[in-house]
């Protein structure tokens, strides 16, 4: 299990200006764009005092109307065109920012081992891509940049503030540390709310995403209206924590305006008074207002950019949560390369594994937990006088450990077909798994060749694997696209060789778009059978050495049965084979034929050894008989 990491702001800036640096010179423009933006509203004050205290009254001077309103003009161009540029090159350091994040964050989750999603609802992975993402990267886009450019504002404003009265620039400093006990104290609390909003984000979009796979059966058992209400209640409360963290952002801007408009009135009532006493001029006191309001303005806005902050850095979390998993399979520095002339020899050598899963305990929630509210995340003092660390307190987890398999040993030579049998959550699935590394053995050893399966490189090691399942897995696209996903660089000539030997050919022939016709999610437009033979062909042109096939046709009407038999057949020729079936008559005539009850081979042997031994596989045999088709009985006997 990974150590909890502490999230301090600190290390989130450092782990987050990774991703940045790539883009350094890009920021640097945007920055120096917004620096160059301040010609126009520091000039502005400037030209409008010269314009009250010298124009309007006719004093003479270097100065005219003309060239006060030239100046003026030639600045306006100036700011839209400068604003333009910064607007498009900050676009376009967003995007690509998103675009790269997520790529990086999709190839790491490509990595992690089975286990990670073993506990994981898809729709929560899914949030993490999309919807974190798209926050993380407004850190700089729309906080970190406009935070550096406001502070080159508030230093450049605060400046000429002293030029025009250092007594009023003085005073108007006096509201700093009320602004500052503000945010501390806030600043912890939007975190806080928007972390809460971001989970019971993730808790929604999972349900949502297992509710829309699952549409048929929620609509054959008449469960529409108890999924309403659930996904009700959990808009409930996404909404409760939505408003809440708008109300804590809403209320810092508030105080910040509330702050300024003080700030502001103290500044009219006391340089009013010196332009009265004749100690200031109309123009500088206007122009004093317009330097404070750059002053003001900046820190007012930065109680905008720091809810954008602290959302950001809420969604950057969650983020490095993702990339903190650290992939429990994975190849070797000096990983060995499967050779051209692999055998396909797997020999499994003391086997044990246990599973190590990790779930919240509700115990400790019991009374207050709902499972489809994300806990609200809450400051742990009432006031702060310094920034106090957002750590999110992890929830309480219990971890269970789970025996799968004890000490498994078994010879499948080249060639050979090894079928599985036993009771359901036998392990008879857990065994087949190892070979592809799925999971790595707690003790013992899967070999290859004679070498430790964890000294080859993986994607070498899958490379000679071919999967077919019960419940194949189609993607949307069409059906050429789903057989050459098998193997990308095969040419149209084998894509069909292959189809016609899965006995696919035909009915992928008999639709307008032949192979170029899309298919929906998951191949929902394709029968069983159908699904089957297109899994069959995408297998036979990756012609891999090993060949796993998991209840491969048990869930088949006596049509598609023959003809996937047939295909899967012609498949297994010359290639170590590993079958899994609860349907006695489809592994009769397997090699050896492993009987596995509550992760142990309790059997081993032919199926005449097997029945001749009066143990567990004779009683499912005798189980099964009676329910056995024709023509499965004869196949038996002709064993």
Not at 359 to 381: C, E, F, H, Y
Not at 390 to 414: C, G, K, Q, V
Request: proline content about 4%; some cysteine.
């Amino acid at each position: 299990m990974r150590d909890e990491k502490e999230r301090t702001n600190r290390e989130l800036f450092r782990r987050y200006l990774r991703f940045v640096k790539p883009y350094r010179y890009w920021i640097i423009l945007i920055i120096v764009l917004g620096v160059a933006q301040f010609i126009v509203p520091l000039t502005t004050p400037w030209m409008t005092k010269i314009m009250l205290d010298q124009v309007l009254p006719g004093v003479q001077g270097a100065w005219s109307l003309t060239k006060v309103v030239g100046v003026l003009a030639i600045l306006s161009v100036y700011g839209i065109l400068i604003n333009f540029i910064r607007n498009w090159v900050t676009a376009r350091l967003g995007n690509r920012m998103v675009v790269d994040i997520r790529r990086q964050l999709y190839a790491h989750m490509q990595r992690l081992s089975q286990r990670y999603y073993d506990t994981r609802q898809v729709g929560g992975v899914v949030s993490r891509i999309l919807h974190d993402v798209n926050g993380a990267q407004n850190l700089i886009g729309g906080g970190i940049i406009n935070l550096i450019i406001d502070l080159f504002l508030v230093l450049f404003a605060g400046f000429m503030l002293f030029q025009l009265d250092t007594k009023l620039a003085l005073l108007s400093l006096w509201l700093l540390p009320l602004h500052y006990l503000t945010f501390t104290n806030l600043n912890v609390r939007i975190r806080f709310a928007w972390r809460s909003v971001h989970r019971q984000h993730e808790r929604m979009s999972g349900v949502l995403t297992e509710r829309i796979a699952g549409m048929k059966v929620v609509q054959a058992f008449n469960r529409e209206d108890l999924e309403m209400n659930r996904f009700n209640r959990q808009a409930g409360w996404q909404y409760q924590y939505a408003m809440r963290a708008h109300l804590l952002s809403n209320g810092l801007g508030r105080l910040s305006q509330t702050f300024n408009d003080a700030g502001g009135l103290i500044i009219w009532l006391v340089g009013g008074s010196l332009v009265l006493d004749k100690e200031m001029s109309i123009g500088g006191l206007i122009a004093f207002q317009a330097y404070l309001s750059q002053l003001y303005g900046p820190i007012q806005r930065f109680s905008e950019v720091n809810v954008t902050i602290q959302n950001s850095l809420a969604n950057i979390e969650r983020i490095f949560e993702v990339f903190d998993e650290e992939p429990e399979v994975a190849s070797k520095p000096a990983a060995i390369r499967i050779p051209a002339e692999c055998r396909g020899d797997i020999e499994f050598r003391e086997v044990s594994f246990t599973y190590v899963t990790e779930r919240m305990d509700t115990r400790a929630r019991i009374g207050n937990w709902d499972p489809d509210r994300a806990p609200l995340q809450k400051p742990s003092k009432p006031f702060y006088f310094i920034p106090p660390r957002t750590r999110p307190e992890p929830p309480p987890m219990i971890t269970e450990w789970s025996d799968a398999l004890h000490r498994i040993s078994f010879h499948a030579r080249a060639g050979q077909v090894i079928a599985f049998v036993g009771p359901s959550g036998a392990g008879k699935s857990t065994i087949v798994n190892f070979i592809p590394r799925f999971y790595d053995p707690v003790h013992g050893a899967v070999l290859l060749d004679g070498i430790d399966l964890r000294e080859y490189d993986v994607h070498d090691l899958r490379n000679q694997i071919a999967l077919v399942l019960q419940d194949n897995i189609l993607f949307s696209g069409t059906v050429y696209e789903n057989i050459v996903y098998g193997r990308p660089e095969a040419t149209p000539e084998e894509v069909y060789a292959a189809a016609h030997a899965a006995h696919a050919h035909s009915f992928i022939m008999e639709w307008e778009q032949g192979y170029e016709t899309m298919l929906g999610e998951r191949g929902v437009r394709l029968s069983g059978g159908q699904k089957q033979r297109l899994a069959i062909a995408r297998a036979l042109l990756k012609n891999p050495r090993i060949l796993i096939l998991d209840e491969a046709t048990s869930a088949l009407d006596a049509e598609s049965e023959e003809l996937v038999t047939q295909a899967l057949e012609l498949l297994m020729k010359g290639r170590t084979t590993f079958v899994i079936a609860h349907r006695l008559a489809t592994v009769v005539r397997a090699d050896q034929i492993l009987v596995i009850d509550r992760g142990r081979i309790v059997e081993n042997g032919s199926h005449q050894e097997l029945l001749s031994q009066n143990g567990l596989y004779r009683e499912l045999y005798e189980k099964q008989l009676k329910a056995m088709k024709p023509e499965e009985l004869k196949l038996v006997g002709e064993t």
